[in-house]
């Protein structure tokens, strides 16, 4: 099935087309649907020259380390691009895509994509400003997992999530609006499953309440805040130590 002008105009880098560019543009475009937990693609596995995007649901990146951990690399919305090396690199994953709910992804012929790029320029800057704040991220990771605390990095990633995805009120307090179980959390920052709910349930139990699915609610905004500006000094031995693991540009 191939993806609509309306649909093509909420991917990010499409937003300075008009609609007659759009729907000769979704013409090269394939529609896929994946199920919870369905593989996109492994690691390792070649990627067609496409330009690949989340057009329903909510993709999660992940990279298994030679002991076998899983690190979760990032989550990918709906408009959200990934799989860089398919255009860019050697067309090997370099990472796993797996969804997290039922999704769609849409796809784009590198040809066509080069026929839009040379009629409007602009795209190849959204391209560019995409992949730019990915290796912010990135580094953001890295520096995290070398030299940060674990609940640092935990309250880090709570903040982003909330500014990422947004944040509705209940009368538990501002809650997430994605949900983050604490296996999905752990893997998120490097650290074990049970490190994450003594953090989650003790050290941060005033600050943060977690309910059943992954649901939390930050009833601390201002204490939460303070503890992501801590620094790495002082660090407490009884904290784990993680393996910096490598990061894709997906």
């Known amino acids: ?23 000769l543009l979704a013409r090269q475009t394939q529609i896929k649907g994946f199920q919870r937990g369905e593989i996109v693609f492994n690691e390792g596995d070649y990627l067609p020259p496409k330009l690949y995007a989340v057009l329903t649901g909510e ?38 895509a797996i969804a997290l709910q039922d999704c769609e992804v849409v796809t784009l012929e590198k040809s066509a994509l080069l026929e839009a790029i040379q009629s409007t320029p602009e795209i190849a800057l959204q391209i560019l400003q995409c992949f730019n704040q990915r290796l912010q991220e990135m580094h953001q990771t890295i520096h995290g997992l070398v030299s940060e605390r674990a609940i640092v990095r935990l309250a880090r990633t709570l903040q982003y999530t909330a500014q990422r995805y947004g944040t509705k009120k209940t009368k538990q307090g501002v809650c997430l609006t994605v949900k983050l179980p604490y296996q999905q ?66």
């Open 59 to 96: 993709i999660q990146i992940q990279k298994v380390s030679v002991s076998g951990k899983e690190t979760v690399l990032r989550w990918l919305p709906p408009g959200e691009l990934f799989a860089a090396p398919a255009l860019f690199g050697d067309g090997i994953a370099p990472a796993t």
């Open 185 to 250: 959390l752990a893997r998120r920052i490097g650290i074990t499953y049970e490190e994450c709910v003594r953090l989650t349930n003790k050290d941060l139990r005033a600050i943060v309440s977690y309910q059943r699915g992954g649901i939390i609610a930050i009833l601390d905004a201002s204490a939460l805040d303070a503890i992501s500006q801590r620094s790495a000094e002082g660090q407490c031995a009884s904290e784990s130590s993680t393996a910096m693991p490598s990061l894709p540009k997906l």
């Open 1 to 23: 099935m191939q993806a609509t002008a309306e649909q093509l105009s909420h991917l990010s880098i499409f937003t300075v087309l008009h609609t007659e560019a759009l729907s």
